[in-house]
Nanobody, 128 residues
Framework: QVQLVESGGGLVQAGGSLTLSCVGSGQTFSRHTIGWFRQAPGKEREFVAAITVNPTSTAFYADSVKGRFTMSRDNAKNVAYLQMNNLKAGDTAIYYC????????????????????WGQGTQVTVSS
């Protein structure tokens, strides 16, 4: 089990940047694929990005954020980051990080059940 706490959300103008952090507790953080998801008001939760475990630590992204968002992790600090650039009004949502044991390489919805641990979310608001 790993407990997750997100931070870094806020209000930003369109075209601006934010960096979200996801800090995990426990000594097994490095063995989890970490994912970012978001949910806008009145919409369903959607996948944003994820980064797999070592040794590859490969990041993959939803098409809607590819080229604008970058995910990374620092296992020594038990933290994963989501660097968000060129933000758009459509990025407004509550952002959640989640952890799945082992290697998860798919962003398809049926795989989301592998993410057993979730943070409480952090609000990102992009004004146009």
């Amino acid at each position: 089990q790993v407990q997750l706490v997100e931070s870094g959300g806020g209000l930003v103008q369109a075209g601006g940047s934010l960096t979200l952090s996801c800090v995990g507790s426990g000594q097994t953080f490095s063995r989890h694929t970490i994912g970012w998801f978001r949910q806008a008001p009145g919409k369903e939760r959607e996948f944003v990005a994820a980064i797999t475990v070592n040794p590859t630590s490969t990041a993959f992204y939803a098409d809607s954020v590819k080229g604008r968002f970058t995910m990374s992790r620092d296992n020594a600090k038990n933290v994963a980051y989501l660097q968000m650039n060129n933000l758009k009004a459509g990025d407004t949502a509550i952002y959640y990080c989640a952890a799945a044991v082992g290697m998860v390489v798919s962003q398809s919805a049926p795989q989301w059940k592998l993410y057993r641990n979730w943070g409480q979310g952090t609000q990102v608001t992009v004004s146009s």
